[in-house]
């Protein structure tokens, strides 16, 4: 279970284990992100952040190691207060770095919202994020700090979006730090 701010998001890592046959992939690990909502049946917006889940996964994991396999990962949301799809990236990692699968690195999701006067807020709250002119979500990983996945909703200039990821790239630093000490606290008993 992972929270950031009063977003909470529950992840489990299944596999890898044998695939179905119409599944398999015969080089690589196939790997299958479901996010479930809090209430009711996920819609084109899950359907839509499973895949950008999906391919920040894929960019990471070496599923090389595992041919002809599964890897599934399953989200639930607990609450959504803002800054969904960042919190769903790090619990993704968190729960890949547990379950202790081979990864090329680390990344983590920085949200941030443009507010309509030019000033970036990271990590908004869901009222934050009615009120900004643009969120940009980023998937950044922890060798060079290189992106991932970005994604946009609303508009904003190409200037507008590098200092977004500037911003971002100096708070990953933070989470990255969190995991850390996570692992640290975990293994050290």
Do not use: W
Not at 17 to 23: P, T
Request: glycine share 6%; proline share 4%; charged share 20%.
């Amino acid at each position: 279970s992972l929270s950031s701010g009063d977003t909470s998001v529950l992840a489990g890592l299944y596999g890898p284990a044998e695939a179905k046959l119409s599944k398999e992939l015969p080089d690589r690990a196939a790997l299958e992100v479901l996010l479930r909502p809090k209430v009711g049946l996920p819609g084109v917006l899950e359907r839509s952040r499973e895949q950008l889940l999906r391919q920040t996964c894929e960019a990471v994991v070496l599923g090389v190691l595992h041919p002809r396999t599964a890897i599934s990962l399953v989200l639930q949301v607990l609450s959504d207060a803002g800054s969904l799809l960042s919190c769903c990236l790090n619990a993704a990692c968190m729960a890949l770095l547990d379950a202790g699968l081979p990864l090329t690195a680390l990344f983590c999701g920085v949200t941030c919202a443009l507010q309509p006067d030019g000033t970036i807020l990271l990590d908004p709250t869901a009222r934050q994020e009615q009120d900004a002119r643009a969120i940009l979500t980023f998937a950044i990983a922890s060798s060079e700090r290189k992106v991932l996945m970005a994604t946009t909703k609303g508009s904003c200039s190409v200037e507008e979006m590098q200092q977004c990821l500037a911003t971002a790239q100096r708070a990953a630093d933070t989470i990255f730090q969190f995991y850390r000490d996570s692992v640290r606290r975990r293994y050290s008993k």
